[in-house]
């Protein structure tokens, strides 16, 4: 026990500035789930206000991904350079700026350049947090503080569901955005201003301190569990080796992520097409009932928060590799299920439930990894992470336009097959580099 105690003092960091930091990146992450669902909510109120055509839904789509995928490439240079933090409070400005901007554009093309704007500060939060919080937390409260952490993205989606159905109606979609929006912004700015530090990689950047806080990070998250099979020692990779990792948990983030985000599409679609079957259903333009839409996102949340968490209690009794493969063959054995149950919407959306729950804690698992310092050393750190939420953002772009070009039941056979694809990329993690 007195070697933990040690540790603990010597630790650059107190318990309440992790607490806060882990505080103030929920919250960022609960204002990204928050500004990702906002789309799908006022495509129809806004649509009509604005007489925006389905070419011009796309577009706006289209813009929003590729702001998000550039701007997280940008991002990591720039996070390096001028600190987490700093990035952190830019973004944060940036958001509520933005946000005030969506609720007051007077036409298409306004509302074109909002949403472009929304894109690059979802990115620079998105990209930077997972970092900052890793390099301000403890080694041994890393993996839960970073899983606590995303499960505020999926919350965000259900606080955005929640105050759809309560208020969208009844103060307009304007007064909706900000309200939505605006509220979960406020404190992160606060506590980023006036409270919390700039992360201890940028605030002791020498070399020699570097290799010790490596050292430090890597016996530290070994004890939490081995990172691959035949890990036998505390040292972070060299760039080879982590330009080889980097590739793997991109090729794995990018099936299980099609899934992800093509159910977000698809969920809607099926219950619009199965509704239209139904004469005595009152449905709004979009075919879909208020309380429907408010039932799939707190279903999703559940999912996701029962999925990330039971993937880092796996940790203590398996691998990451054996963890990936096994949540992997739970999601293509559902996703091959769903083919065979196209006609019963009960089955189709019990599977869709488990799916996500296993995407949920496969995408768990890749943020863990990327933000390793058993895994990499901390000069990758931020390459590592900023790589994998820009092949998470585009692949979203992807997976959008696959599922609006196709009916339900393609993109579910398209969703199988991503899904094999990615049990052979979890195998790629039982060799060594």
């Known amino acids: 026990m007195a070697p933990e105690k040690k540790h603990e003092q010597e630790h650059p960091f107190s318990k309440k500035t992790q607490y806060l930091t882990l505080l103030c990146t929920s919250l960022l992450n609960l204002g990204d789930g928050v500004e990702l669902y906002l789309p799908s909510v006022l495509t129809q109120p806004v649509g009509c206000e604005l ?184 040292t972070p990779p060299k760039l080879k080796s982590a330009i080889s990792r980097i590739f793997k948990i991109c090729f794995i983030i990018t099936t299980r992520g099609f899934t992800y985000f093509g159910a977000i599409l698809l969920v809607p679609a099926m219950l619009k097409e199965f509704n239209l079957k139904d004469p ?23 999912c996701h928060i029962v999925g990330k968490f039971s993937s880092v209690i796996a940790l203590n009794f398996i691998s990451h590799v054996y963890t990936l ?23 189709l959306l019990v599977c869709i439930g488990v799916v996500q729950t296993a995407v949920a804690a496969n995408a768990n698992e890749v943020i863990l990894l990327a933000n390793d310092r058993s895994f990499f050393k901390t000069k990758y750190i931020a390459v590592s992470s900023g790589l994998v939420s820009c092949t998470w953002f585009t692949l979203s772009m992807i997976s959008n336009t696959v599922s609006e070009l196709c009916d339900y039941p393609t993109v579910i056979k398209v969703h199988t097959a991503t899904s094999i694809l990615s049990n052979l990329a979890g195998v790629l993690f039982l060799f060594k580099d």
């Open 51 to 234: 007489q925006i055509t389905k070419l011009q839904e796309d577009i706006l789509a289209l813009a929003l991904y590729v702001s998000l995928g550039l701007t997280t490439l940008l991002t990591i240079p720039l996070s390096n350079r001028f600190g987490r933090r700093n990035v952190l409070l830019t973004a944060v400005y940036l958001d509520i700026a933005v946000t005030v901007l969506c609720a007051i554009v007077p036409n298409y093309v306004s509302l074109l350049g909002s949403r472009f704007a929304l894109g690059i500060c979802i990115a620079m939060n998105f990209s930077t947090l997972a970092v900052y919080m890793s390099e301000i937390a403890a080694p041994e409260f890393r993996f839960w503080a970073l899983t606590f952490i995303f499960i505020f993205f999926t919350v965000g989606g259900g606080w955005c569901g929640l105050l759809a159905y309560f208020f969208l109606e009844r103060i307009g979609w304007r007064y909706f955005v900000l309200l939505s929006s605006i509220p979960v912004f406020v404190p992160p700015a606060i506590l980023l201003q006036f409270v919390l530090p700039e992360s201890k990689y940028l605030r002791d950047g020498d070399p020699e301190t570097t290799a010790i806080l490596d050292k430090e990070n890597a016996q530290g998250e070994h004890s939490t569990s081995k990172m691959m099979e035949n890990d036998t020692d505390d």
């Open 280 to 302: 005595t259903k009152t449905l709004h333009c979009g075919g879909i009932q208020g309380s429907q839409f408010l039932i799939v996102t707190v279903l999703f949340g559940v």
């Open 325 to 347: 493969i096994s949540y992997g063959i739970i999601l293509t054995i559902f996703n091959t299920l769903m083919n065979f149950y196209l006609d019963n919407l009960t089955v």
